[in-house]
């Protein structure tokens, strides 16, 4: 990330809206609420990142140089085909699409290790009905 959220935050008090829409961090935010979870002011961070995201779409923001928006689709194409995250293979097609296919590999086995990251490649039963949320989101954004 570019911008730690709580820059973020504060660029968007102080009126910048242009550097925050060209910030890779707001495509590298995985929408998890962990930081909505934990921010003691109850700032909702998960939803102003999706917020912020699709007003650049809107908007054409031009991102700079990084693939912040790659790593975003990465995700959103993992949990379209499986319903569900896979991080081995959103952390193997962000970096190759990086050109760097070792880059954190040391914390990949570190994580493996302490099973925090599976190779398990499992879908949710009703995968279907997923695929059927982004079709209708698609024709959402289109209309």
Same mark, same amino acid.
């Given at each position: 990330?570019? +911008?730690?959220?709580?820059?973020?935050? /504060?660029?968007?008090?102080?009126?910048?809206? &242009?550097?925050?829409?060209?910030?890779?961090?707001?495509? *590298?935010?995985?929408?998890?609420?962990?930081?909505?979870?934990?921010?003691?002011? &109850?700032?909702?961070?998960? #939803?102003? !990142?999706?917020? +912020?995201?699709?007003?650049?779409?809107?908007? %054409?923001?031009?991102?700079?140089?990084?693939? &912040? !928006?790659? @790593?975003?689709? @990465? @995700?959103?194409?993992?949990?379209? %085909?499986?319903? /569900?995250?896979?991080?081995?293979?959103? +952390?193997?097609?962000?970096? *190759?699409?990086? #050109?760097?296919?070792?880059?954190?590999? #040391?914390? &990949?086995?570190?994580?493996?290790?302490? $099973?925090? +990251?599976?190779?398990?490649?499992?879908?949710? %039963?009703?995968?279907?009905?997923? %695929?059927?949320?982004?079709?209708?989101?698609? $024709?959402?954004?289109?209309?």
């Amino acid at each position: 990330m570019d +911008l730690q959220p709580n820059q973020v935050i /504060r660029l968007i008090q102080t009126n910048d809206p &242009g550097t925050v829409l060209q910030s890779h961090t707001i495509w *590298l935010c995985a929408s998890c609420r962990t930081c909505s979870v934990r921010c003691p002011d &109850g700032i909702d961070v998960a #939803h102003i !990142m999706d917020s +912020l995201r699709k007003i650049a779409l809107e908007e %054409k923001a031009s991102v700079r140089e990084g693939n &912040g !928006m790659r @790593f975003n689709e @990465f @995700f959103l194409d993992s949990i379209r %085909k499986r319903g /569900r995250v896979n991080e081995m293979e959103i +952390l193997l097609r962000y970096n *190759l699409a990086a #050109h760097q296919p070792f880059k954190d590999s #040391h914390l &990949g086995l570190v994580m493996v290790a302490k $099973r925090k +990251l599976s190779f398990s490649n499992r879908k949710i %039963k009703e995968v279907g009905l997923i %695929k059927e949320i982004f079709k209708n989101s698609k $024709r959402f954004i289109e209309e």
